[in-house]
């Protein structure tokens, strides 16, 4: 079981907005930032967010951030096709002493 | 940004060990942190543990604590990520990442390209 909780799946139409949600503890997202992750798959993660709400160059603004006490989420507004991937969030575990991760969200553009 | 390639897919036996190798490139090694995660088929992610070059300190996950070595060799700018023991569950594919920001607040920056581990009889 992933330290961190994620819906399994999420899906969307083309230009809707979409929300993926992340749920720990104090231990983890309560204490310290939040990570987010997209996973095309069959290919190697690619950090999307940061730092609970930054974004590294090259990541389209349509992707959002944000983080309250022990819950973050990632909004994606514009849905395109080429979204459809597998998203993660993380976070460092206080009491693990190292990053944890969510399952994974599933995202489906239907 | 620094390009990760790490070395090919592997098939091991129950018990044996396997080592990992992931090389940089376009960056300044030793001043870099390096993370190994893995993906078990169909899974999610799971922190194995990461090192300092330029410090030479590791840290492991106390999941793997005893079974798990990382190293880094700064003349060849290359990570390596040694697992003994392996049974079945170790089956993943086994990613390098450097890690980017300080300690609690850093993330995977840049990962390879991934290498499958499959552990079978």
Request: include cysteine.
């Amino acid at each position: 079981q992933s330290v961190l909780t994620q819906p399994p799946s999420a899906s969307g139409t083309p230009g809707q907005r979409v929300t993926i949600s992340c749920s720990g503890s104090s231990s983890n997202i309560g204490d310290n930032t939040v990570n987010w992750y997209q996973q095309v798959p069959g290919t190697a993660p690619k950090i999307l967010i940061y730092s609970n709400d930054q974004r590294p160059s090259g990541v389209p603004d349509r992707f959002s951030g944000s983080k309250s006490g022990t819950s973050a989420s990632l909004a994606i507004s514009g849905l395109q096709s080429e979204d459809e991937a597998d998203y993660f969030c993380s976070s460092w575990d206080d009491s693990l002493n190292g990053p944890v991760f969510g399952g994974g969200t599933k995202l489906t553009v239907l | 940004q620094v390009q990760l390639v790490q070395s090919g897919a592997e098939v091991k036996k129950p018990g044996s060990s396997v080592k990992v190798s992931c090389k940089a490139s376009g960056g300044t090694f030793s001043s870099y942190s390096f993370s190994w995660v893995r993906q078990a088929p169909g899974q999610g992610l799971e922190w194995m543990g990461r090192i300092i070059p330029i410090l030479g300190i590791t840290k492991y996950a106390q999941k793997f604590q005893g079974r798990v070595t990382i190293i880094a060799d700064k003349s060849t700018s290359t990570a390596s990520m040694e697992l003994s023991s392996l049974r079945s569950e170790d089956t993943a594919v086994y990613y390098c990442a450097r890690d980017v920001g300080t300690h609690t607040g850093s993330y995977h920056g840049d990962w390879g390209q991934g290498t499958l581990v499959t552990v079978s009889s």
